[in-house]
């Protein structure tokens, strides 16, 4: 089993920055990818970013060039970078760990974008 915990989330007005931050524990070595979801109210939970363990990227065209995503193994714990937000960016944050056979997620964490 894997655990994952967010922090980090919060308001922040147009075009402001955020840092979230996934603190991963339990069965680290199964652990293929993590990365980063969210969902805003009435929608389906979509792909934000994602990190592999060899370092390889992938981000969504309504991020990509904002958003940057970080990985520590030492630390287990993987970092969402937010610029340049928007109040289309408002949404619960999810924290997700991808192994072979089974996907992680946290709780979430709430990021509101608005003036």
């Known amino acids: 089993q894997v655990q994952l915990v967010e922090s980090g989330g919060g308001l922040v007005q147009p075009g402001g920055s955020l840092r979230l931050s996934c603190a991963a524990s339990?069965?680290?070595?199964?652990?293929?990818?993590m990365g980063w979801y969210r969902q805003a109210p009435g929608k389906q939970r979509e792909l934000v970013a994602v990190?592999?363990?060899?370092?390889?990227?992938n981000y969504p065209d309504s991020v990509k060039g904002r958003f940057t995503i970080s990985r520590d193994n030492a630390k287990n714990t993987v970092d969402l970078q937010m610029n340049s937000l928007k109040p289309e960016d408002t949404a619960v944050y999810y924290c997700?760990?991808?192994?072979?056979?089974?996907?992680?997620w946290g709780k979430g964490t709430l990021v509101t974008v608005s003036s």
């Open positions: 990190i592999t363990n060899g370092g390889r990227t």
């Open positions: 997700n760990a991808r192994s072979l056979s089974k996907d992680y």
């Open positions: 339990g069965s680290i070595h199964s652990i293929a990818a």
